[in-house]
């Protein structure tokens, strides 16, 4: 009788086990058709792709934007099915390398006719799954926020170039970092003073030390500096064009903007002074701030980025000037809401034909070689697009220059 009771209490708690395992397993199905339900619901265009960029999902949005139904984009490349997305991939690579989100906001994707004048963010999120890596594409149609049609027509211009840089600074990346390191190697392989180098110049008979002396009679040395300091300044070219198409997360915090402005201009004199053989003395400097602190909330490295872009441009312009040189920096409390900043040199001005094309990417007047014409793009983008307010330039030329600089105190996403 006991051993009876006993399969009689056995068979129960299997009978039990089984029906939690269903009801686990019905509890997971029921979740992941209600997940499944609510990204084919999303408003945005939403992707899931593989680390070779397969599509693993397509949900109804962008099977509406494109006319490609789901069954017939999802396991093929997501270059293929769309080529507008060709020169983001990147953006794939470096989310599932890093495990970070990745975000363009701005973006210039023509995948339908009509999105000729629109404008979008992209978001890149890495998704860790069992024995594979894939990432969430998110699309967004952001046109409607915009607030003018000239805004929106320097928003275009921004962007249909910041997807063509995004996709050439991919590919220029990986040939700049070899060049680099095979001068790096070069210049080891030749130094006499390292045992494996003194080896197999024994083994071959060759006088190192007299190897080096032709060398440098012949400045071979000095050739080999060359490569790697110009490889140096190509690779932070790169990275500045990537700055000016990739966001970082959104870190918006509190700040007092007079602290933030005046780590700015000591970055701009240390970098005026190493990188322009000038002296930042030269210059008079004079600011006008409150005397209290004037707090706003922003991204504090984003703001300094463009006290330092203009300030560093401000002392360019002023080098090859005898007369006085001078920038202030004016800081104005306007009202509760908003604050003023206004940067002004005495330096040669702009001509009035070019002075509407300063914040378009790539445009400079500076000699070859000493800019790229990003940096007044990335303060456009810095101020207007990531921070909602505006930023203008007055100039007479041969008089002065005057960037006014417009912010929210409280930050509007």
Same mark, same amino acid.
């Given at each position: ?22 009801? $686990?397993?019905?509890?997971?199905e ?8 609510? +990204? ?13 960029y ?34 983001? +991939? ?5 989310a ?12 210039? $994707? ?12 992209i978001?890149?999120y ?57 001068a790096?190697?070069?210049k ?17 008979? +060759?006088?190192?030390e ?6 440098q ?9 060359? $490569?790697?300091?110009?490889?140096e ?10 700055k ?62 463009v006290?330092?872009?203009? $300030? ?87 008089a002065?220059?005057?960037f006014?600089?417009?912010l929210?105190?409280k930050?509007?996403?």
């Amino acid at each position: 009788m006991p051993q009876i009771l006993q399969v009689i209490d056995f068979s129960f708690t299997v009978s039990i086990i089984t029906i939690k395992y269903i009801d $686990i397993e019905r509890y997971m199905e029921d979740n992941l058709e209600r997940l499944k339900n609510v +990204l084919q619901q999303m408003p945005s265009a939403l992707i899931v792709v593989r680390q070779d960029y397969t599509i693993q999902d397509w949900n109804k949005c962008i099977a509406e934007k494109t006319k490609i139904p789901a069954e017939y984009a999802i396991g093929r490349k997501l270059n293929l099915i769309i080529p507008a997305l060709t020169d983001y +991939l990147g953006m794939v690579k470096e989310a599932l390398s890093s495990q970070s989100i990745q975000n363009v906001k701005h973006a210039k $994707i023509i995948i339908s006719a009509d999105d000729l004048h629109k404008i979008f963010d992209i978001t890149v999120y890495p998704v860790p799954v069992i024995n594979q890596r894939e990432a969430v594409i998110i699309i967004d149609d952001i046109t409607s926020g915009v607030k003018s049609d000239s805004e929106l027509a320097q928003i275009e211009k921004l962007a249909s170039v910041g997807a063509s840089v995004a996709g050439v600074a991919h590919e220029i990346n990986n040939p700049l970092a070899s060049i680099i390191q095979s001068a790096q190697n070069i210049k080891r392989r030749l130094n006499p003073e390292l045992d494996s180098n003194r080896k197999t110049a024994e083994e071959i008979g +060759l006088d190192l030390e007299k190897l080096k002396k032709y060398f440098q009679e012949r400045s071979v040395s000095s050739f080999l500096d060359n $490569i790697s300091k110009e490889g140096e300044r190509a690779s932070r070219i790169v990275t500045n064009m990537l700055k000016f198409v990739r966001n970082r997360p959104n870190k918006k915090t509190k700040n007092n903007l007079i602290d933030i402005i005046e780590k700015g201009i000591q970055v701009a004199e240390m970098e005026v002074n190493l990188q322009d053989d000038s002296d930042f003395k030269d210059i008079n400097f004079s600011k006008d701030f409150p005397d209290k602190a004037v707090i706003i909330e922003c991204d504090p490295q984003e703001i300094e980025q463009v006290i330092i872009n203009i $300030i560093r441009n401000s002392a360019q312009a002023l080098a090859t000037q005898e007369a006085s040189k001078e920038i202030n920096i004016k800081v104005t409390q306007q009202s509760k809401s908003v604050v003023k900043i206004e940067i002004y040199d005495n330096g040669p001005g702009i001509p009035e034909e070019i002075i509407d094309q300063v914040f378009q990417p790539f445009f400079t007047t500076k000699s070859s070689g000493k800019g790229t014409g990003l940096g007044l793009s990335i303060c456009y983008n810095i101020i207007n697009m990531h921070h909602h307010g505006s930023i203008v330039i007055e100039s007479v030329e041969n008089a002065f220059s005057k960037f006014t600089i417009t912010l929210p105190v409280k930050h509007l996403d």
